[in-house]
């Protein structure tokens, strides 16, 4: 069973900082690209950032300069450091792994952003 279990989400201040962590079961982790979407209210899921097996990664321009996506193969983890938050980063925040055409993703975590 493929399993994505995001946690880290919370209230916090603008220009406040949060770390969001997935850990991955039921995949060969080291092998796959990973990304982290987000949903805002009333808004489609949007692409936030991806990194691949090679450690390859690419940001929305919304979050450049300011969001880090990482891994730790060890630990079958992704993370996303998050810092100099906006309100406007507030959303529910996904985890998402492509396999063999299908589309995995955990159940979120809420991020909120306030002014």
């Known amino acids: 069973q493929v399993q994505l279990v995001e946690s880290g989400g919370g209230l916090v201040q603008a220009g406040g900082s949060l770390r969001l962590s997935c850990a991955a079961s039921?995949?060969?982790?080291?092998?796959?690209?990973m990304g982290w979407y987000r949903q805002a209210p009333g808004k489609q899921r949007e692409l936030v950032a991806t990194?691949?097996?090679?450690?390859?990664?690419n940001y929305a321009d919304s979050v450049k300069g300011r969001f880090t996506i990482s891994r730790d193969n060890a630990r079958n983890t992704v993370y996303l450091q998050m810092n100099s938050l906006k309100p406007e980063d507030t959303a529910v925040y996904y985890c998402?792994?492509?396999?063999?055409?299908?589309?995995?993703w955990g159940k979120g975590t809420l991020v909120t952003v306030s002014s």
């Open positions: 998402h792994v492509e396999i063999t055409t299908m589309n995995y």
């Open positions: 039921g995949i060969i982790f080291r092998i796959y690209d």
């Open positions: 990194i691949t097996s090679g450690r390859e990664t």
